[in-house]
């Protein structure tokens, strides 16, 4: 991010901080860059990655005069704009200001261990007293407060979730407290992102469209393959050098089908023989790239870009034969259109033509990770009675890949206030938790599913949320669940800092084996636990009954302690989801 200064038509400029911008200033970003504040753009057009902040899956293209949200990521073009609101009026703040407010309205957990100190220290003085009391002698009292050892609470608990926060670090996931941990053991109902969290963040190329795939039906399906081959491989080869937010998906494509191709081929030390030689690159900002790739003139992008060059180098063109050239493009644009299928709402295309001719058209889309619908089947394994969605993309695409996953509950065109507005109305929704107090009900019991009333006793279903994302619309949703679950590559981002679990890697899955790892610790320590206080009880009894002296009593609490320790160990093992 820089400002923008004039001096005798040569323009100088200068990094600043963000806090520092005025409202008035001019400033440049620059491709691949994230826009620091909102601001009026004044430069012709620009392409924007909004997917960060309203979860839209695809680019957005806007021109001079439209409004630019602070947290975009700029792609293809030089960003020229003016700044209308100081940084900390801008979107992005206004976002970590919901993430605060989200913050300071969880109360405290109640934590296992604290849950049954207090009976256990109750029950311990009865029997004591009880003995005491019997027997006559104050003997009695000292010998059962001998074997009353805490040590199943105070030191098998952490032990517990210390070896498996151990197991989900190796697993490249981050646990920030063992309050999480407990939660994430008995988790009910889960909240999904879906770009860049269900799905891939940079669109895929999902098919490559023939020019003349009307005629080609009468053709060879060889040969339509071996066409579509040759243009997506040469489009991907081409894309390497643009900057263009779709370019990194056609290279990726172009690359693997490459190697497809050619499996012998050594991927870092590619045969000059066999891969495409590129020469003459050269990008026009927010129209294409061209270049000459083996002796064929490329070019990717707009129609109107891949259309406007005649056979040979583009650069040799002169004006009346660019002109004819625009003239005949109103012409055949039309045309174009009619000799390819209708997009769907979530499809972007980009065009390839060869030597100035139009050969097809690579299309993108949001798809879904590989592994989100055995994600979403595993967490409905475990119990999960309820999977939904939370996007700012449209409708249409969130239903389609809420479809390919199996979500069935799906919320769209949302913004960050309007995602965590939907979690505090589930919360009103739920019958067993409400609004006012599910955070502290919700955490009070680790024993099972339900939550313990031990007034009545009568038990309730408690409900502990997660949300899964990855970007900055997230965060306040992430702060205000039980469980926020940010999905990162390992960079520090908005998400990853608001959420209680951090997935390193970049794995979906790993959301489900943090449920089963915890699930299984949950389970460890519970026994670890009660093994410890049982033991302890039966020994308090034996030593009511003055079947236990003291100094063997001091022997017999080290042991259970030993014992409730090592058993609390096996959460090291398990298996992952």
């Not at 060869?354 to 058209?361: A, I, P, Q, T, W």
């Not at 009880?537 to 014992?563: C, H, K, N, R, T």
Request: charged content about 20%; overall charge neutral.
């Amino acid at each position: 991010m820089q400002e923008v200064k004039s001096s005798s038509q040569l323009q100088r400029y200068k990094t600043v901080p963000v806090e520092d911008l005025k409202i008035g200033n001019v400033i440049v970003v620059l491709p691949g860059e994230t826009v620091p504040v909102d601001g009026e753009l004044l430069s012709g057009s620009a392409v924007l990655d909004t997917s960060a902040i309203n979860g839209e899956s695809l680019p957005r293209e806007v021109f001079a005069g439209a409004q630019v949200l602070s947290g975009c990521v700029n792609g293809g073009v030089v960003l020229i704009m003016r700044v209308t609101k100081l940084s900390q009026n801008s979107q992005y703040q206004k976002i970590m200001k919901l993430v605060e407010s989200a913050r300071s309205s969880k109360a405290a957990v109640v934590r296992f261990a604290d849950m049954l100190s207090v009976p256990f220290t109750v029950l311990s003085f009865v029997i004591a007293g009880v003995a005491w009391a019997a027997s006559g002698q104050a003997l009695r009292f000292a010998q059962v407060l001998v074997l009353a050892t805490p040590c199943p609470l105070l030191i098998a608990v952490p032990v517990a979730f210390m070896a498996g926060t151990g197991r989900l670090a190796k697993l490249g996931i981050v646990v920030k407290s063992q309050d999480v941990l407990e939660q994430l053991s008995r988790v009910t109902d889960v909240f999904f992102d879906k770009t860049g969290t269900l799905t891939v963040k940079q669109p895929q190329v999902v098919r490559v469209d023939l020019a003349n795939h009307q005629d080609s039906e009468n053709q060879e399906n060889q040969e339509n393959s071996g066409l579509q081959n040759r243009i997506l491989m040469f489009a991907g080869v081409l894309e390497t050098y643009s900057q263009h937010i779709l370019a990194g998906g056609i290279a990726k494509a172009g690359s693997d089908l490459w190697q497809n191709t050619h499996p012998s081929a050594v991927p870092q030390l590619p045969s000059v023989r066999e891969y495409p030689v590129i020469s003459g690159v050269k990008e026009t900002a927010g129209q294409g790239i061209c270049a000459s790739v083996d002796g064929v003139n490329v070019r990717v992008g707009r129609k109107k870009y891949v259309l406007q060059a005649s056979a040979g180098n583009p650069e040799d063109e002169s004006q009346a034969t660019e002109d004819k050239a625009k003239r005949a493009n109103v012409e055949n644009i039309s045309k174009i259109e009619s000799n390819f299928e209708e997009l769907s709402a979530d499809e972007m295309a980009t065009y390839v033509s060869f030597d100035g001719k139009l050969v097809g058209r690579i299309v993108l889309k949001d798809v879904p990770r590989e592994n989100a619908k055995s994600t979403i089947q595993k967490l409905k394994e475990f119990g999960v009675r309820s999977i939904s969605m939370l996007t700012g993309d449209g409708l249409q695409a969130a239903q389609t890949i809420a479809k390919s996953v199996g979500i069935e509950h799906v919320k769209a065109n949302l913004l960050p206030e309007d995602k965590l507005e939907c979690v505090k109305q589930h919360y009103k929704n739920t019958d067993s938790v409400n609004a006012d107090n599910k955070y502290s009900e919700g955490s009070t019991s680790l024993l099972s599913t339900d939550a313990f009333d031990f007034s009545g006793g009568k038990t309730q279903k408690c409900s502990i949320t997660m949300m899964v994302g990855d970007g900055v619309n997230d965060a306040p949703v992430l702060a205000a669940a039980n469980i926020g679950v940010a999905l990162t590559d390992g960079t520090d981002t908005a998400a990853s800092e608001c959420a209680q679990v951090v997935i390193m890697n970049n794995n979906i899955y790993a959301v489900a084996n943090a449920v089963s790892v915890a699930k299984h610790t949950k389970r460890v320590m519970v026994q670890a636990v009660m093994l410890g206080i049982g033991l302890a009880v039966i020994s308090m009894i034996a030593a009511a009954f003055g079947l236990i002296p003291a100094v063997l009593g001091a022997m017999m609490q080290e042991m259970i302690d030993v014992v409730s320790i090592l058993w609390a160990l096996t959460a090291l093992k398990g298996k992952r989801a």
